[in-house]
Structure formats: C-alpha cells, structure tokens
C-alpha cells in the first residue's frame, strides 16, 4: 500500500496520505482477524467431523475453491471502485452455454468454441460498462438488469436444456491436476498475484482506490474515471466468464441454470475480506481469505450433515455480518 499511498497523496494531496496509512493498518488488522477465524473454524470441524482434516477432503476443497476464488478478484476491484456487478453468476452461465453451441452447433475445435463463449462474456462487461459510465445508469440497476437478460439469453440459446462437453482436453480445466493440485487451483494463485500486483503497483489500479474513496477527487487530479471504470467491468466480466468455463468443464456439460446464487456468495466473500461496499478499500489477500472461509464453512457442515437448508442460512447470516461489519468499520472510521 505505500506504493498507493504516495501515488494518491501527490495527486489528491497530503490528507490522503493520512487517509491511505490508516486503511494499511485496517488492512493489516482484518487480515490478521480472518486468519484467526479461519483457524478457528478449521479446529471446531476438525473436532465434529474426523474426516475435515484428511488429505482427500482439502483436495475437495481446493478444486471447489477456484470458482468463486476467480470471480471474487474482479468483483474486489469493481467493488474498490465504487461500484457492483450482480451479474457475474449470468455471464459464466452464458459463457458455458455459448460455448457448448458454437461447438456442437458449427463443429468448430472445441478450442475455438472457448475463446468464442469467453468473447461473449467480455461483451457483457463491455455494454455494463458503457451502460454506467456513458448512459450513466446506476450500477446496482445496470447489473440487475443484464443479470436478468443474459440469463434469459442463456435459456434462449440452449433451449432450456443441457448440452454435454465430453472432452478430456476441455475437461482437465476444471478436473486435471499438476503434481497433485489441482489446476484450477493453480490457475486461481496465478491470477491472484497477477492481479495482485496490478491493484498495488501500477497507476490503473491505484486510481481504483481515488475513484472508489472519491470520484470528484479523481476526476479533478485527472484521473480518467469512465475509461479506467469501463476497464474494471470488462475485467470482472472476463474473469467471470473464465469461472463459467471452469464449471463446464468440473461437470462436463453445460447448463442455462449454473453459477445461479454465484453473485451473492462473491460479493459475501469479497465485503466479508474487508472490502467497502462504499469504495475505496480492499485487498485480494483479505478476500481469499473470505473466500476459503465461505468454502470451509460449507465444507464443514457437509461433513458434520448439517442439511442444505441450514447452510443456506448460515450462507446468508455470513452475508449479514459481512455487510453489518463493513458498515461499523465505516462507522469507527469516521469518528476517528
């Protein structure tokens, strides 16, 4: 965060700065919590479920993981700029789905038929973009929408039905592993200090931050808000439609209907890792950290056979307390 810090304080000037150290601390603090609840869930399955801390069972974990440990790092950037995607769950349906029809439908190389499903779900980043930052349409109701209409389009292109992806190739996206991890996993890491690196030390994604902490702020130390927004969208839906491929490809078809609730356990994971939903904060560290949360929890009340009933609840209390908190942290920070 230093490297930020100086960036925003020579262009919004030397509150900023004072601004930025107090989130680094915060930073460092709900990075620290999230690993003691971490370990703390872990002992308390570890105690009701034998089986929690066997070989096999982080395997499960670990190709479970990518899914929302991928779509989670556009939607940290999204949200650290002020804004939210509801429909990142829509565009990895409509990946997998369009996907499946270029191949089966034209015979194309299945190769082919990837690069085409994820074309597709970059565009729905490109038209959310344009639609908030040119048209100036909420995000929340942008999103909304295109959540509603790509998932329709989904339907629409598949006739409803699914459509079967037996390829071994295709497959080892979501199932294959490299010296016993899976490559999903490995594909995930990769992506996470990649972009990582990007939200930290270059200009693009510090102006992320300026944006999301104060858009009038950016905008006068001439930061290029729509076109760095614009950019942000089109990386959320890419990284979305990536998530779809992996789901194809872990159940060897595709289907209208996957990634449905996907948006809401993102944006539980992200806000849970300490980003704002106001802007402005957040790192990828703390939201893989409440991504594994998600996973473990549900993880452990499988193989404790809690029933999927109650899981829903918890996923939604987690929700609750994510939000709950973001907003007391938002409270303490203003009083300070």
């Not at 490109?126 to 349409?137: A, D, K, S």
Request: net charge positive.
């Amino acid at each position: 965060m230093q490297s930020s810090n100086s960036h925003i304080s020579t262009k919004l000037g030397s509150p900023a700065s004072n601004v930025f150290s107090k989130l680094s601390d915060n930073n460092l603090t709900t990075g620290v919590s999230l690993v003691v609840v971490l370990i703390f869930l872990s002992a308390v399955f570890a105690s009701q479920a034998p089986s929690f801390l066997t070989p096999a069972n982080f395997l499960n974990i670990g190709q479970t993981l990518a899914t929302v440990g991928i779509v989670a790092i556009g939607m940290t950037m999204v949200l650290i700029a002020g804004g939210i995607d509801l429909s990142v769950g829509s565009t990895a349906a409509l990946t997998g789905v369009t996907t499946a029809f270029v191949w089966t439908t034209f015979g194309l190389p299945l190769g082919v038929a990837v690069v085409v499903g994820m074309l597709c779900g970059v565009l729905v980043g490109v038209v959310n973009g344009f639609l908030i930052t040119r048209i100036n349409i909420n995000p929340l109701i942008t999103t909304l929408g295109m959540f509603s209409i790509i998932r329709g389009l989904a339907f629409v292109i598949s006739f409803g039905q699914t459509n079967q992806l037996n390829n071994e190739q295709f497959q080892f996206i979501g199932r294959g592993n490299i010296f016993g991890i899976p490559f999903s996993l490995l594909l995930m890491v990769a992506l996470y200090l990649i972009f990582g690196f990007i939200l930290q030390q270059t200009h693009f994604g510090r102006s992320l931050f300026a944006i999301g902490g104060s858009a009038e702020a950016s905008r006068l130390s001439g930061i290029r808000i729509n076109r760095n927004l614009m950019i942000v969208y089109i990386i959320n839906s890419f990284l979305a439609a990536l998530a779809g491929i992996i789901i194809a490809s872990q159940l060897a078809v595709s289907a209208p209907r996957a990634a449905i609730g996907l948006e809401l356990t993102v944006i539980a994971a992200v806000v849970l890792g300490g980003t704002s939903l106001s802007g402005g904060k957040g790192t990828l560290f703390g939201t893989l950290m409440g991504v594994i949360i998600l996973r473990v929890l549900d993880n452990g009340l499988i193989l404790m056979k809690v029933s999927s009933f109650y899981q829903d609840v918890a996923s939604g209390v987690v929700l609750l307390l994510a939000v709950g908190f973001d907003q007391l942290r938002l409270r303490l920070g203003r009083r300070k």
